[in-house]
């Protein structure tokens, strides 16, 4: 049912399952991934919580197995998404301890993500490293690209052209598509990623029309300040983007 996306009714045969087997681990696993999922179709936060709850009920102890590890990433992936950073860290990090190869690339690429969001793009750029050293995925490469151009961006912003360039430069040979940036301009703590754009090398890649359409998704909390440096680097204050 699950799979089918027939949430609602996988969520009622979960709960008849829990009532003959309350202390099953992978029923909490199950049933907490529904509820996420379910949150997700409806647009509710508020089964996050519920889905949390369910999450944390899998973990015995210690997080020194598979099932636990699993649970504890999925408490990251979720407290990421209501903006508790450090719980996210902290969850991530507990599962980080006890795993090896490709799951220990995967739980340092969700770690990244969540460094990132929280404003810590150094240690984003860190993990991202870490993960694609065990193991070459797109979606590593991509979390890659995405710290590194905001770390060029607060540079380029900051008027250190020459260190903002080489940044640049390591996100263009992650070989990530540059449209990433539409994945950070809706964070302050990402949307300086804006600014890289606006590098000669990065124009000529279409930049500057990335980055104006890019400056919709910031409506909410862009500053005067940045509208008017980004003005005069070359950004398009009235630019309507057909897509939006």
């Not at 400056?215 to 070359?234: H, M």
């Amino acid at each position: 049912k699950y799979a089918r996306y027939d949430l609602e009714e996988s969520l009622q045969m979960l709960e008849k399952a829990e009532a003959i087997d309350p202390t099953s681990v992978k029923l909490r696993l199950r049933k907490g991934a529904t509820l996420r999922a379910l949150a997700s179709y409806r647009g509710d936060n508020s089964l996050l919580d519920t889905s949390a709850n369910e999450y944390r009920r899998a973990i015995k102890g210690k997080i020194d197995n598979g099932n636990e590890r699993l649970a504890a990433s999925e408490l990251g992936e979720i407290f990421r998404t209501t903006g508790e950073f450090d719980k996210s860290l902290g969850y991530l990090t507990d599962a980080l301890a006890a795993s090896k190869g490709n799951e220990k690339a995967f739980l340092l690429d969700m770690r990244a993500q969540t460094h990132l969001f929280a404003g810590h793009v150094d240690a984003a750029i860190a993990d991202s490293n870490a993960a694609l050293d065990l193991l070459d995925f797109g979606l590593g490469r991509k979390k890659l690209a995405m710290a590194l151009l905001v770390k060029s961006g607060v540079l380029m912003r900051d008027g250190d052209t020459a260190s903002a360039a080489s940044y640049a430069m390591q996100a263009a040979e992650t070989g990530a598509d540059i449209r990433v940036l539409h994945f950070l301009n809706k964070s302050p703590q990402t949307f300086p990623a804006v600014y890289a754009f606006f590098q000669s090398h990065m124009k000529e890649l279409g930049g500057v029309e990335l980055a104006s359409s890019a400056l919709c998704g910031a409506g909410g909390f862009i500053s005067r300040a940045d509208l008017e440096r980004l003005k005069l680097l070359g950004a398009d204050l009235n630019f309507v983007n057909p897509g939006q």
